[in-house]
Protein backbone atom coordinates (compact mmCIF):
# COMPACT_ATOMS: atom_id res chain seq x y z
CA UNK A 1 0.00 0.00 0.00
CA UNK A 2 1.02 3.70 -0.96
CA UNK A 3 0.39 6.03 2.24
CA UNK A 4 0.13 9.92 1.04
CA UNK A 5 -0.24 13.28 2.81
CA UNK A 6 -1.55 16.19 0.67
CA UNK A 7 -3.23 19.49 0.46
CA UNK A 8 -4.06 19.86 4.31
CA UNK A 9 -2.83 17.16 5.51
CA UNK A 10 -4.84 14.28 4.72
CA UNK A 11 -4.26 10.87 4.13
CA UNK A 12 -4.56 8.71 1.29
CA UNK A 13 -3.92 5.74 -0.72
CA UNK A 14 -2.22 6.05 -4.12
CA UNK A 15 -3.16 2.89 -6.84
CA UNK A 16 -1.66 3.86 -10.09
CA UNK A 17 -2.94 7.80 -10.72
CA UNK A 18 -5.66 7.89 -7.96
CA UNK A 19 -5.54 9.12 -4.26
CA UNK A 20 -8.28 7.56 -2.13
CA UNK A 21 -8.81 10.06 0.41
CA UNK A 22 -9.09 7.79 3.58
CA UNK A 23 -9.17 10.60 6.41
CA UNK A 24 -12.66 10.72 7.44
CA UNK A 25 -12.41 6.88 6.96
CA UNK A 26 -9.13 6.64 9.82
CA UNK A 27 -10.30 9.15 12.13
CA UNK A 28 -6.94 10.93 10.63
CA UNK A 29 -6.47 14.47 12.72
CA UNK A 30 -5.08 16.91 10.22
CA UNK A 31 -4.28 18.98 12.83
CA UNK A 32 -1.51 16.55 13.81
CA UNK A 33 -0.12 14.73 11.15
CA UNK A 34 3.14 13.59 12.60
CA UNK A 35 1.21 11.78 15.57
CA UNK A 36 -1.68 10.75 13.03
CA UNK A 37 0.70 8.61 10.80
CA UNK A 38 2.32 7.03 14.37
CA UNK A 39 -1.45 5.98 15.40
CA UNK A 40 -2.38 4.60 12.21
CA UNK A 41 0.90 2.76 11.75
CA UNK A 42 0.37 1.26 15.39
CA UNK A 43 -3.11 0.14 14.05
CA UNK A 44 -2.38 -0.75 10.51
CA UNK A 45 -2.80 -4.73 10.97
CA UNK A 46 -6.44 -3.66 12.05
CA UNK A 47 -6.86 -0.55 9.60
CA UNK A 48 -6.11 -2.45 6.73
CA UNK A 49 -9.26 -4.34 6.18
CA UNK A 50 -11.30 -1.45 7.23
CA UNK A 51 -9.86 0.48 4.69
CA UNK A 52 -10.38 -2.16 1.59
CA UNK A 53 -14.06 -2.10 3.57
CA UNK A 54 -14.53 1.45 3.22
CA UNK A 55 -12.85 2.72 0.64
CA UNK A 56 -15.49 2.56 -1.68
CA UNK A 57 -17.59 5.66 -0.24
CA UNK A 58 -14.35 7.43 -0.06
CA UNK A 59 -13.49 10.32 -2.18
CA UNK A 60 -10.66 10.07 -4.94
CA UNK A 61 -8.91 12.39 -6.48
CA UNK A 62 -6.05 12.26 -9.17
CA UNK A 63 -2.81 12.54 -7.90
CA UNK A 64 -1.91 14.98 -10.46
CA UNK A 65 -4.28 17.00 -9.20
CA UNK A 66 -3.34 17.26 -5.37
CA UNK A 67 -0.45 19.26 -3.70
CA UNK A 68 1.49 15.89 -2.15
CA UNK A 69 3.58 16.55 1.05
CA UNK A 70 6.36 15.44 3.09
CA UNK A 71 5.13 11.33 3.93
CA UNK A 72 7.06 12.05 7.54
CA UNK A 73 6.05 15.70 8.64
CA UNK A 74 8.04 16.02 11.78
CA UNK A 75 9.71 12.37 13.04
CA UNK A 76 11.64 12.58 16.44
CA UNK A 77 14.97 12.55 14.63
CA UNK A 78 16.88 11.30 11.08
CA UNK A 79 19.58 8.64 11.74
CA UNK A 80 21.49 8.63 8.62
CA UNK A 81 24.29 6.84 7.33
CA UNK A 82 27.95 7.92 6.09
CA UNK A 83 29.53 6.33 3.69
CA UNK A 84 27.49 3.51 2.54
CA UNK A 85 28.55 2.23 -0.77
CA UNK A 86 32.28 1.43 -2.06
CA UNK A 87 31.70 3.67 -4.95
CA UNK A 88 31.18 6.96 -3.24
CA UNK A 89 33.62 6.16 -0.61
CA UNK A 90 36.07 6.25 -3.85
CA UNK A 91 34.60 9.41 -5.08
CA UNK A 92 35.13 11.15 -1.88
CA UNK A 93 38.53 9.90 -1.49
CA UNK A 94 38.19 9.06 1.76
CA UNK A 95 39.46 6.22 4.18
CA UNK A 96 36.30 5.16 6.03
CA UNK A 97 33.10 3.53 5.46
CA UNK A 98 29.40 3.18 7.68
CA UNK A 99 31.02 -0.03 9.53
CA UNK A 100 34.12 2.66 11.11
CA UNK A 101 31.92 6.09 11.19
CA UNK A 102 28.72 4.91 12.86
CA UNK A 103 26.07 6.93 11.83
CA UNK A 104 25.06 10.93 12.21
CA UNK A 105 21.71 12.29 12.54
CA UNK A 106 19.75 15.12 10.29
CA UNK A 107 17.64 17.97 11.70
CA UNK A 108 13.38 16.99 11.15
CA UNK A 109 13.49 20.66 10.59
CA UNK A 110 15.45 20.45 7.16
CA UNK A 111 12.85 17.88 5.88
CA UNK A 112 10.06 19.73 3.12
CA UNK A 113 8.12 17.57 0.17
CA UNK A 114 7.52 17.36 -3.29
CA UNK A 115 7.55 19.88 -5.65
CA UNK A 116 9.13 22.02 -2.52
CA UNK A 117 12.14 24.02 -3.12
CA UNK A 118 15.63 23.57 -1.64
CA UNK A 119 17.05 26.36 -0.68
CA UNK A 120 20.68 26.87 -0.99
CA UNK A 121 22.41 28.96 2.02
CA UNK A 122 25.57 30.14 0.32
CA UNK A 123 26.53 31.27 -3.37
CA UNK A 124 30.00 30.18 -2.65
CA UNK A 125 29.91 26.85 -1.30
CA UNK A 126 29.51 23.49 -3.08
CA UNK A 127 26.23 21.96 -2.68
CA UNK A 128 25.47 18.33 -3.56
CA UNK A 129 22.86 16.10 -4.31
CA UNK A 130 22.37 12.52 -2.79
CA UNK A 131 20.26 10.05 -3.67
CA UNK A 132 18.88 7.64 -0.79
CA UNK A 133 16.84 4.99 -0.07
CA UNK A 134 15.29 5.54 3.48
CA UNK A 135 12.29 4.19 5.75
CA UNK A 136 9.66 5.13 8.40
CA UNK A 137 9.91 3.24 11.77
CA UNK A 138 6.61 1.69 12.53
CA UNK A 139 7.39 0.20 16.21
CA UNK A 140 9.83 1.15 19.20
CA UNK A 141 13.00 -0.23 18.29
CA UNK A 142 16.06 -0.70 20.66
CA UNK A 143 19.18 -3.77 20.02
CA UNK A 144 16.84 -5.44 17.03
CA UNK A 145 19.13 -7.93 14.98
CA UNK A 146 19.27 -6.95 11.27
CA UNK A 147 17.10 -10.08 11.36
CA UNK A 148 13.84 -8.94 12.98
CA UNK A 149 14.39 -5.32 11.14
CA UNK A 150 11.44 -5.94 8.70
CA UNK A 151 9.30 -6.40 11.37
CA UNK A 152 10.00 -2.83 12.47
CA UNK A 153 9.95 -0.86 9.74
CA UNK A 154 6.48 0.01 8.71
CA UNK A 155 7.67 1.49 5.03
CA UNK A 156 9.74 2.96 2.53
CA UNK A 157 10.59 6.24 0.74
CA UNK A 158 12.39 8.27 -1.62
CA UNK A 159 15.28 11.02 0.15
CA UNK A 160 17.58 13.53 -1.39
CA UNK A 161 20.26 14.54 1.92
CA UNK A 162 21.32 18.02 0.17
CA UNK A 163 24.66 18.80 1.29
CA UNK A 164 26.87 21.69 1.82
CA UNK A 165 30.78 20.56 1.11
CA UNK A 166 33.94 21.50 3.54
CA UNK A 167 35.22 20.51 6.67
CA UNK A 168 31.94 21.32 9.42
CA UNK A 169 30.60 18.08 10.87
CA UNK A 170 28.04 16.29 8.92
CA UNK A 171 25.06 17.51 11.21
CA UNK A 172 25.85 20.73 10.55
CA UNK A 173 26.32 20.77 6.16
CA UNK A 174 22.82 18.52 6.26
CA UNK A 175 20.66 19.92 8.36
CA UNK A 176 19.89 23.44 6.68
CA UNK A 177 16.09 23.98 6.28
CA UNK A 178 14.72 22.39 2.91
CA UNK A 179 17.97 19.91 3.14
CA UNK A 180 16.15 16.84 3.10
CA UNK A 181 12.77 16.21 0.24
CA UNK A 182 11.57 13.19 1.21
CA UNK A 183 8.20 11.27 -0.89
CA UNK A 184 6.69 10.80 -2.92
CA UNK A 185 4.85 8.86 -0.37
CA UNK A 186 5.48 5.91 1.95
CA UNK A 187 5.40 2.19 0.44
CA UNK A 188 4.59 -0.47 2.72
CA UNK A 189 7.33 -2.70 3.61
CA UNK A 190 5.46 -6.09 2.09
CA UNK A 191 5.10 -3.78 -1.58
CA UNK A 192 8.76 -3.15 -1.74
CA UNK A 193 9.63 -6.75 -0.43
CA UNK A 194 12.88 -6.65 -0.73
CA UNK A 195 14.51 -3.14 -0.13
CA UNK A 196 17.66 -3.96 -0.55
CA UNK A 197 17.85 -4.79 -4.32
CA UNK A 198 16.03 -1.57 -5.81
CA UNK A 199 17.14 0.65 -8.66
CA UNK A 200 17.59 4.49 -7.77
CA UNK A 201 18.23 6.71 -10.08
CA UNK A 202 18.32 10.77 -10.19
CA UNK A 203 18.33 13.31 -12.90
CA UNK A 204 19.30 16.85 -12.51
CA UNK A 205 17.45 18.97 -15.32
CA UNK A 206 17.02 15.38 -17.01
CA UNK A 207 20.37 15.20 -16.87
CA UNK A 208 20.98 11.29 -15.57
CA UNK A 209 23.58 11.80 -12.26
CA UNK A 210 23.03 8.32 -10.08
CA UNK A 211 22.10 5.40 -11.47
CA UNK A 212 22.77 2.46 -8.73
CA UNK A 213 20.80 -0.53 -7.06
CA UNK A 214 20.59 -0.84 -3.09
CA UNK A 215 22.31 -3.83 -3.72
CA UNK A 216 25.70 -2.46 -3.39
CA UNK A 217 24.80 -0.99 0.25
CA UNK A 218 27.86 -2.56 2.42
CA UNK A 219 25.33 -1.84 5.13
CA UNK A 220 22.10 -2.97 3.94
CA UNK A 221 18.59 -1.23 5.44
CA UNK A 222 18.45 -4.20 7.94
CA UNK A 223 22.20 -4.25 8.99
CA UNK A 224 21.95 -0.47 9.32
CA UNK A 225 18.93 -0.50 11.54
CA UNK A 226 20.52 -3.00 13.96
CA UNK A 227 23.39 -0.62 14.22
CA UNK A 228 21.34 2.26 15.04
CA UNK A 229 19.07 0.77 17.34
CA UNK A 230 22.42 -0.36 19.05
CA UNK A 231 22.56 3.13 19.56
CA UNK A 232 19.54 4.82 20.58
CA UNK A 233 15.64 3.95 20.60
CA UNK A 234 13.98 4.32 17.06
CA UNK A 235 10.41 5.69 18.00
CA UNK A 236 7.77 4.96 15.71
CA UNK A 237 7.45 8.17 12.79
CA UNK A 238 12.05 7.95 12.97
CA UNK A 239 13.37 8.40 10.05
CA UNK A 240 16.64 6.37 8.63
CA UNK A 241 18.07 7.13 5.95
CA UNK A 242 20.81 4.85 4.12
CA UNK A 243 23.09 7.10 2.49
CA UNK A 244 24.57 7.63 -1.02
CA UNK A 245 25.58 5.81 -4.26
CA UNK A 246 28.37 7.11 -6.44
CA UNK A 247 27.69 10.21 -8.59
CA UNK A 248 27.17 12.88 -5.90
CA UNK A 249 27.70 16.30 -7.72
CA UNK A 250 26.80 20.73 -7.50
CA UNK A 251 23.26 21.51 -7.84
CA UNK A 252 22.43 25.16 -8.05
CA UNK A 253 19.57 27.86 -8.13
CA UNK A 254 17.53 27.13 -11.58
CA UNK A 255 17.78 23.22 -11.07
CA UNK A 256 14.98 20.59 -11.45
CA UNK A 257 16.28 17.46 -9.18
CA UNK A 258 14.13 14.32 -9.42
CA UNK A 259 14.79 11.02 -7.66
CA UNK A 260 13.24 7.76 -8.29
CA UNK A 261 13.08 4.51 -6.85
CA UNK A 262 12.01 1.04 -7.96
CA UNK A 263 9.14 0.31 -6.48
CA UNK A 264 8.81 3.29 -4.45
CA UNK A 265 8.46 5.96 -7.37
CA UNK A 266 9.49 9.60 -7.86
CA UNK A 267 9.54 13.16 -7.25
CA UNK A 268 10.76 16.64 -8.24
CA UNK A 269 12.02 19.45 -6.26
CA UNK A 270 13.21 22.89 -7.30
CA UNK A 271 16.49 24.83 -6.05
CA UNK A 272 17.00 28.36 -5.43
CA UNK A 273 18.90 30.79 -3.23
CA UNK A 274 17.58 31.39 0.12
CA UNK A 275 15.87 34.88 0.10
CA UNK A 276 18.52 37.64 0.95
CA UNK A 277 21.66 35.87 0.66
MN1 LIG B 1 23.82 11.02 2.63
Known sequence: MKIALFNENRVGIVEGSDVIDITELTKWNTEEPQSSLVKLMGEFDALRPQIEAGRGACPVYSVSDVTLRAPVPNPSKIVAAPINYILHKQEMNTALTVDALGFFLKSPSSIIGPDQTVLLPFKDRRVDHEAEIAFVVGKEAKDVKAEDASKYIFGYL???DITVRGKEDRPWRKSFDTFTPIGPW???????EN???????????????????TED????????????SSVMTLLPGDIVTTGTPEGVAPITKGDTVRINIERIGEFS?????????
Do not use: H
Open 158 to 160: ALM
Open 195 to 213: PNNLQMNLWVNDEIRQSAN
Open 269 to 277: VQVDYKPGI
Open 186 to 192: IVTGDEV
Open 217 to 228: LIYDCFKFFEAA
